[in-house]
């Protein structure tokens, strides 16, 4: 490395191997640095490997005095001015004997291990050149740091802070900086690099710090074990919240200009400019109209405006900005000339580099606007961790929810770093992403791995745990479950019927409450969830602040058709199943047998069809569900029973009692001459989705099919077949009769298929899913954000103790992984309270 002008100077002592100098700064606090400096008495490291620097910044409060005499072993340095935190700490360097320097904020106080972990980590990799400690509220309850993320636009935040601390934070990782209330850094490396920026004097110095020594190949290393307490005082607020705002917005200008490379910096800095600017007066409703004589004819010749010092904040720190620009420029050339990461490998450390971050009016579309001009969401974007999951078997049959998680596996692995997985088992394989089989405790390493989970069913009682973590969570409620279960559980009996009805309700309560995107099949699914998302307070102000229309919260992603066309290798029906002739007319029935539908009416419509044409067959694809914790169907067996009574079984009505391979439905539905779905009149039905026509529409067929459903007037508008009423044996005859013999209406109505099952390519209906996860985000209403506390608040606090919440608990742990998941849980509450830590 070349030698930097702005280096820090050794002390006139050399430097002493494995000492560790501690460096604090005060200025108007004696009492909380002392009761700092007193807790490192019963720290576990050697008395003689480790200083106690203070640097006080002309507090004149006799905090100088006070501190000698309390901590007489303390070096205690009056720095003479109010140099920041940022300059306080560089003048504590400058006396520092250590090879490691520490800092610690003087309202903060070290674990016994703070000290010691941190050393080891150092030791073990000589590439780690800075450790981030974990640091948690005072009492330990609460998270105050435990990663660093950064926006596009140069703002480091917390986004973990205030989370209930567990064991989700206790994963050691790489960084992109830490946290300046406690931090450990090679004490060369810091010199080298010129240590704390003090043009910034305070907030941000730690992210620009941190950026910096990560651009320069070094890792910065979370190290969770490195643990320490801080009780957060806001002192900035009676100097004013706009201050804060104007250092903040001026600092991330700076740390932006001198860490980012030439293509990124380009793309970013003059949005980030200009999105200053629009955010200070958003926050300030400050008309922008006063000087413009279009927007405002009127006029008048007055040279003077009352305007909000916050509205002041983003150009005064464009202005100082401008002001430093001179030094910044030989501080960016001598940075990018030794950087030795580029951006596209550390941006994957920025987090949530995308993100708007303050809910405010006008302040979110100038965001996405600026993004998009500028082309700053298509450069800072990274590969994601996605983790798909389903709790259908992975096989080589597969019903509809495992086949669309299958297809959204196969549409993001282009981008991201993609794992299927079943919680049903798993016997297929892909050379696009890993398939996997788990179920159980053994879900955490794998959900741990992910940075969005996308999910169907049952996945949060299972892993109980993410319903608490910081991970993004997908929730695919295509399939409305809890509606299923009102017909699906009436074999079950009344107490049971009742039970799995209110099971299920919970579960996808649970899941609507915690999700941060959800998923759902059509705009009527999607007006039926909002209902019910709003029950759960999730239709708020700070969602609806982010944006008006809901689309962020929860989008339309119907089932989708191949985007490949199907190719026949084999006849399946046609000439191979005894009874069904090469030139028969062939009515296919493409999925399962469910209480739902209704194949009665179906059967009796068939059984007067082949009357005039005895060429008409009717075949039934599956029976037998593939996953084997679907029960039997009573329908299934009435179908049966009816075929046989009127003599059309083997002869006009066909039956595969078990299920179609999924990559051999194309030989099955290309012998087919009409696709059929009867159902039906109730309140599954309104909101279903059959991905069976979704079948139909990818082999070119004209579809008949029951109206009330969401495709009922889809074929109507788009001319896709005949729609019939619900148990219409009448409609039902001459609909499979037009549809099978009037060439003239089945060309025209192949023509329309043709046109319409192009929008419903999975490459199509799954974009908005693509787009997110390009840039995932936590819900606004779940997430910690940037904004003023006045204006965004938690959605979610802790609740008080009860035992209803613990039964609850020991009912999910139970679920999860039985009686030892249980005493694990057990066995960490109680550790918790020892420590005084409850929760």
Request: proline share 5%.
């Amino acid at each position: 490395m070349s030698a930097n002008p702005e280096a820090i100077a050794l002390p006139k002592d050399a430097v002493q191997p494995g000492v560790v100098s501690v460096i604090l700064v005060n200025y108007k606090g004696a009492e909380d640095t002392i009761t700092c400096l007193r807790y490192f008495d019963e720290i576990d490291w050697p008395r003689d490997k480790f200083e106690l620097i203070v640097v006080d910044n002309d507090s004149q409060d006799g905090s100088v005095e006070a501190i000698r005499a309390a901590v007489p072993h303390a070096v205690v340095v009056d720095a003479g001015s109010n140099t920041g935190f940022a300059g306080g700490c560089n003048l504590g360097v400058s006396h520092a004997k250590g090879e490691y320097v520490a800092f610690i904020n003087n309202d903060a106080r070290p674990d016994a291990g703070w000290i010691r972990a941190a050393v080891e980590a150092f030791e073990a990799d000589a590439q780690v050149g800075a450790v981030a400690s974990k640091v948690l509220d005072w009492s330990g309850e609460l998270i105050d740091y435990a990663d660093g993320s950064l926006t596009w636009y140069g703002m480091g935040y917390k986004r973990e802070a205030e989370k209930p601390n567990s064991a989700e934070f206790d994963v050691p990782k790489d960084v992109l900086f830490g946290t300046g209330a406690a931090m450990f850094v090679r004490a060369d490396l810091y010199r080298e690099v010129g240590g704390f920026d003090e043009r910034f004097f305070m907030f941000y110095e730690d992210v620009d710090l941190g950026w910096r020594l990560n651009i320069l190949g070094w890792r910065m290393r979370y190290v969770p074990t490195s643990l320490a307490f801080h009780k957060h005082h806001v002192t900035m607020k009676k100097f004013g919240n706009f201050r804060e705002s104007y250092l903040l917005e001026r600092n991330a200008l700076m740390s932006m200009y001198k860490n980012l490379d030439d293509e990124s910096l380009a793309k970013a800095l003059p949005a980030a400019m200009a999105l200053a600017v629009r955010r200070s007066l958003a926050r300030t409703k400050t008309d922008a109209t006063a000087l413009d004589l279009q927007r405002s004819p009127g006029g008048d010749d007055v040279g003077t405006l009352e305007i909000q010092k916050m509205a002041l904040t983003g150009p005064y720190a464009i202005d100082y900005f401008t002001d430093n620009l001179d030094t910044l420029m030989k501080s960016r050339e001598f940075l990018q000339k030794i950087r030795r990461r580029p951006d596209r490998e550390v941006f994957p450390l920025f987090r949530h580099a995308i993100e708007a971050a303050y809910a405010i009016e006008g302040y979110n579309s100038a965001h996405d606007v600026l993004i998009e001009a500028f082309g700053v969401a298509k450069h800072f974007t990274s590969k994601s961790r996605v983790l798909v999951v389903t709790g259908e078997p992975l096989l080589e049959r597969m019903a509809g929810p495992a086949i669309r998680a299958w297809e959204i596996a196969t549409a993001l692995s282009s981008e991201h770093d993609v794992r299927l997985l079943s919680t049903a088992g798993a016997r297929v394989t892909s050379p696009d992403f890993e398939v996997l089989y788990q179920a159980g405790p053994k879900l955490k390493k794998i959900t741990d791995w992910a940075d969005i989970i996308i999910f169907q069913g049952f996945l949060l009682e299972g892993a109980p745990w993410l319903k608490d973590s910081s991970k993004i969570l997908v929730a695919d409620v295509y399939d409305p479950m809890h509606l299923e279960q009102l017909e699906q559980a009436r074999d079950l009996g009344e107490e049971g019927r009742a039970r799995s009805i209110r099971e299920t309700s919970r579960i996808l309560n649970e899941q609507l409450k915690r999700a941060d995107f959800v998923l759902c099949a059509s705009d009527k699914q999607r007006d039926f969830w909002l209902g019910q998302m709003a029950g759960q307070g999730r239709v708020n102000a700070l969602v609806y602040d982010e944006d008006e229309s809901l689309d962020s919260l929860i989008s339309v992603v119907p089932f989708g058709i191949s985007d490949q066309n199907p190719v026949q290798k084999k006849h399946a029906i046609k000439g191979t199943v005894p009874g069904i002739g090469v030139d028969d007319k062939v009515i296919i029935w493409g999925g399962g047998v469910y209480n739902w539908f209704d194949p009665l009416t179906l059967i009796h419509a068939v059984d007067r069809l082949a009357k005039r044409h005895p060429e008409v067959k009717l075949y039934f694809m599956g029976l037998k569900h593939p996953n084997p914790g679907v029960p039997d169907m009573k329908i299934a067996w009435e179908t049966q029973q009816l075929s046989e009574r009127l003599g059309l079984t083997g002869k006009h009505v066909f039956f595969n009692t078990g299920w179609v391979p999924y990559n051999e439905r194309a030989d099955y539905l290309m012998d087919a001459d009409l696709g059929v779905s009867t159902h039906f009149h109730h309140i599954e039905t309104a909101f279903s989705f059959r991905t069976r026509i979704l079948d139909y529409l990818w082999s070119g067929l004209p579809i008949v099919a029951t109206g009330g459903d969401t495709f009922g007037p889809l074929i109507l508008e788009n001319n896709l077949g005949r729609v019939v009423q619900p148990e219409d044996v009448d409609g039902l005859e001459v609909a499979l009769e037009e549809m099978l013999f009037d060439e003239a209406a089945i060309a025209e109505v192949k023509s329309g298929v043709a046109r319409f099952a192009e929008d419903y390519r999975w490459k199509n209906v799954l974009t908005p899913l693509v787009d997110f996860c390009r840039f995932p985000r936590r819900a606004p209403d779940l997430a910690l954000s940037l904004g003023d506390p006045d204006q965004v608040a938690r959605a979610h606090e802790k609740p008080p103790w009860n035992f209803a919440s613990d039964l609850r608990l020991v009912k999910g742990y139970l679920a999860a992984g039985g009686p030892k998941e249980l005493l694990n849980r057990v066995g960490g509450r109680l550790r918790r309270l020892v420590r005084g830590t409850p929760g």
